[in-house]
Nanobody
Framework: QVQLVESGGGLVQAGGSLRLSCAASGSTTENINTIGWYRQAPGKQRELVAHISILNATKYADSVKGRFTISRDDAKNMVYLQMNSLKPEDTAVYYC????????WGQGTRVTVSS
C-alpha cells in the first residue's frame, strides 16, 4: 500500500509560480516505479502533467514543457512539481500518482490561476 498526500496548491496570478509537494508513505514505497502528477480541470478528463521514473527519466505534457519541473527526493519519499509561468488554463485539481503494479492516488490539491 502507498499513501500519497499533496500540498502546495492555492490561488496565484497568471505568470506566477507554485510548488506542489507529494509525500509518499506506506509499506511498498520502495516498489514505486514512477511517481508524478495528473490534473483534472472542471468538465475535463484527468490528464498527465509530469512523471518521473525510478531511473529519473521524466515525461511532461506538451502544455507544460519548459514551465514545470518535476523532481523527487527518495530519501524523504517526496516528489515535487515546480510550476512557473502559470496560465489560467493550468487551473485544476492536481493529483499525485504513484505506480507500483497498481496506481495509487492522493486526494488532490487545487490550483487556481487568475488572469
Amino acid at each position: 500500500q502507498v499513501q500519497l498526500v499533496e500540498s502546495g496548491g492555492g490561488l496565484v496570478q497568471a505568470g506566477g509560480s507554485l510548488r506542489l509537494s507529494c509525500a509518499a508513505s506506506g509499506s511498498t514505497t520502495e516498489n514505486i516505479n514512477t511517481i508524478g502528477w495528473y490534473r483534472q480541470a472542471p468538465g475535463k478528463q484527468r490528464e498527465l502533467v509530469a512523471h518521473i521514473s525510478i531511473l529519473n527519466a521524466t515525461k511532461y505534457a506538451d502544455s507544460v514543457k519548459g514551465r514545470f519541473t518535476i523532481s523527487r527526493d527518495d530519501a524523504k519519499n517526496m516528489v515535487y512539481l515546480q510550476m512557473n509561468s502559470l496560465k489560467p488554463e493550468d487551473t485544476a485539481v492536481y493529483y499525485c500518482n504513484a505506480f507500483t503494479v497498481v496506481d495509487y492516488w492522493g486526494q488532490g490539491t487545487r490550483v487556481t490561476v487568475s488572469s
